[in-house]
């Protein structure tokens, strides 16, 4: 059973353009979002994290939206650059419980 | 300070052998956790060590694997009797252990194969 859902395997976005990369969940213990990036070959990197507290938090050129009725986060990344090329992963918790990763969602930023 | 160091970077083994994979956290954390990532699935926890201390196990396959993270040295991810299924790339993470729910810094992982 798949607590952490990431529905798009990829996702391709013009250079300059807004990136969204969206997630739901289905277990409502949750109260704690994370967002990972990765490169081939490499281990995943924290980009931003959100509470269920808030609905939104923004870092630099990337920002989460939390929607907890619909059980649904997004991240967007605005304006896209070649470096954003990158697997991102979507991920939750539960008070004082294990960090659980969604499938991840491939993201190509195209010139 | 070094990141979370994962040795070898990539493993071959044939099935039935056994296969240890090594985690040194981040300088000053006592909290390591294993995830792994199965080709074409995303990240599956495995395992919560403190040192000494199996705290969250759950994850585990009930045969075959085992966790270590001793008072000294690196953590230990061991597996036994290597089947094909087990191929994969294994990933550790730590964290300074102020609580499971933050962020966690990621090794680079180990990619397993079974021939």
């Known amino acids: 059973d798949q607590q952490v859902k990431q529905n798009s395997p990829s996702l391709s976005v013009q250079e300059g353009r807004i990136s969204i990369l969206n997630c739901d969940y289905t277990?409502?213990?949750?109260?704690?979002f994370l967002w990972y990036k990765k490169y081939p070959a490499e281990g995943p990197t924290f980009l931003i994290s959100?509470?269920?507290?808030?609905d939104k938090n923004e870092d630099g050129r990337f920002t989460v939206f939390l929607n907890k009725s619909a059980k649904h986060l997004s991240l967007h990344i605005v304006p896209s650059q070649p470096g954003d090329s990158a697997v991102y992963f979507c991920?939750?918790?539960?008070?004082?419980?294990?960090?659980?990763f969604g499938k991840g969602t491939r993201l190509h930023i195209l010139p | 300070n070094a990141g979370v160091m994962q040795n070898p970077r990539h493993l071959v083994r044939r099935r039935g052998q056994e296969a240890r994979l090594r985690c040194s956290p981040m300088k000053g954390h006592s909290h390591v956790y294993w995830y792994r990532q199965l080709p074409e699935e995303g990240l599956k926890f495995m395992v919560y060590?403190?040192?000494?201390?199996?705290?969250?196990e759950s994850g585990m396959p009930k045969e075959r694997f085992s966790a270590e993270f001793p008072k000294e040295g690196p953590s230990i991810l061991r597996i036994q009797q290597v089947v094909r299924g087990d191929s994969a790339a294994y990933f550790c993470a730590s964290s300074p252990g102020q609580g499971i729910r933050e962020k966690l810094f990621f090794g680079s992982g180990t990619q397993l194969s079974v021939l």
């Open positions: 991920a939750a918790s539960a008070r004082d419980d294990k960090i659980i």
């Open positions: 060590l403190q040192k000494e201390n199996i705290i969250d």
């Open positions: 277990n409502s213990m949750f109260d704690y």
């Open positions: 959100i509470s269920s507290i808030k």
